[in-house]
């Protein structure tokens, strides 16, 4: 039963052996935030620091493979060509930029040697800006026979960030199709490009899992000149290769000069720590015709 109040609500009443009549029982509404309020209250799946447990590790790594999987599977993506590279592999413009500003810190101080190092990886960095417009061109016309056939088969898939997976992305859109784009959490913030399709980037906390949604609906790597992380995928991808856990796909090294000046394949073969058969699970290219007709012919489209 219930007590109504000056016109404006009720109050419940309390029916307690030591209270006669009625009254507010005026720490309910105390006991009821503590209540509600404590992160016990909290729905599983929504209480972020109950999800971010040590021993719940195995559902968030559940959790990030399916996502992915389940949402490409509702776009009607059934494979993919991923595109590795660096983020630091710059378009012309950007080189351009980037040397000017080199040079202006040289120019205010020439006996520095921080300066002086820094017009040389300019340099650099201006040299391989053809590998981002070779990327670019790459994936526009990977994305036109995608388009052209409607598939789902063949779409464009990159790490997301700048440089070569900006590239890649970007030919894709240039082309009015799709392409998609696994991103990482990173100490420092990488931000997705805006060439990605909405809805087709996804955003991991494990490598792993990852590097697991990189290769399940491969149908061809191609690495262009990269650091650490395109050396990471790279050799992944070979050691699956190599020892029989993936699907045979095409592994393309864009650029044999910038690969041969890193790694000696030929030297790992020599000392016997890889068989001369392993030679043959990757492949150099220099053009993006060249590359995107190595992915036709091995899957005969």
């Excluded at 559940?62 to 592999?89: D, Y």
């Excluded at 997705?192 to 792993?208: D, K």
């Excluded at 095409?250 to 016997?272: H, R, S, T, V």
Aim: a neutral charge; hydrophobic letters at 40%.
């Amino acid at each position: 039963m219930l007590k109504r109040t000056n016109g404006i609500g009720f109050l419940p009443r309390i029916k307690d052996n030591n209270v006669s009549n009625y009254s507010e029982d005026r720490d309910a509404q105390k006991r009821l935030d503590a209540i509600m309020n404590d992160p016990s209250y909290e729905i599983a799946y929504k209480d972020e620091a109950f999800m971010s447990r040590d021993d719940l590790r195995p559902a968030r790594l559940q959790l990030e493979l399916l996502k992915p999987e389940t949402l490409m599977e509702e776009a009607g993506i059934r494979s993919s060509v991923v595109v590795f590279g660096g983020t630091q592999v710059d378009s012309k413009e950007q080189a351009e930029t980037r040397m000017a500003a080199a040079k202006a810190a040289l120019a205010a101080n020439p006996d520095d040697e921080t300066a002086k190092r820094g017009v040389v990886r300019a340099e650099n960095v201006l040299r391989k800006s053809r590998y981002y417009e070779e990327c670019r061109r790459f994936a526009k016309i990977v994305t036109e026979f995608n388009k052209q056939h409607r598939d789902g088969e063949f779409f464009i898939k990159t790490g997301g960030g700048p440089g070569i997976m900006e590239a890649g992305n970007r030919g894709a859109f240039e082309a009015g199709g799709k392409s998609m784009a696994l991103n990482i959490t990173l100490p420092f913030e990488q931000r997705p490009n805006s060439y990605i399709t909405p809805g087709l980037c996804f955003q991991f906390n494990y490598f792993a899992v990852r590097k697991m949604h990189f290769l399940l609906r491969a149908k061809a790597v191609v690495c262009f000149p990269g650091g650490f992380g395109t050396l990471d995928e790279l050799f992944t991808a070979l050691t699956l290769r190599q020892t029989g856990r993936m699907q045979d796909i095409p592994i393309i090294l864009y650029g044999k000069e910038y690969w041969d000046g890193i790694i000696d394949f030929q030297y790992l073969a020599d000392q016997a720590v890889i068989n001369d058969s392993h030679l043959k699970l990757f492949q150099y290219c220099e053009s993006p015709e060249e590359t995107w007709q190595v992915i036709r012919d091995f899957h005969g489209v």
